[in-house]
């Protein structure tokens, strides 16, 4: 089960970080990822990161504003996400792969095995 938290109502130019807690799995073997999805439009990838925590992949237009990291320790998985823009807006969700991902197939949703259950991003001008 992954449960996703830490989604709000913020301004532009600000920051937020969502995590998502894992249980139930070996944390550290799965490929994580955050999707987000706004109503009317297909779940786009924004970021995802291999088991170790060693590869990192990100959406072009969060590059340098977004961090995906994880603490597999705490088998978690976070998404800082600073500088947040309007268009930011939607809800975000975690996902799980059992298998490593590349820079390619990590953007691919439909690879992901687990989901988290979403958690809201409003972003205001």
């Known amino acids: 089960q992954l449960q996703a938290s830490g989604g709000g109502l913020v301004q532009a130019g600000e920051s937020l970080r969502l995590s998502c807690a894992a249980s139930?799995?070996?944390?550290?073997?799965?490929?994580m990822g955050w999707f987000r999805q706004t109503p009317g439009k297909e779940r786009e990838f924004v970021a995802a990161?291999?088991?170790?925590?060693?590869?990192?992949y990100y959406k072009d237009s969060v590059k340098g504003r977004f961090t995906i990291s994880r603490d597999n320790a705490k088998s978690t998985v976070y998404l800082q996400m600073n500088s947040l823009k309007p268009e930011d807006t939607a809800v975000y969700y975690c996902?799980?792969?059992?298998?490593?991902?590349?820079?390619?197939?990590?953007?691919?949703?439909?690879?992901?095995?687990?989901w988290g259950q979403g958690t809201q991003v409003t972003v205001s001008s």
């Open positions: 996902a799980a792969d059992r298998s490593q991902g590349t820079s390619i197939s990590s953007r691919w949703s439909t690879r992901y095995d687990y």
């Open positions: 139930g799995r070996i944390f550290s073997s799965y490929f």
């Open positions: 990161i291999s088991g170790t925590g060693g590869s990192t």
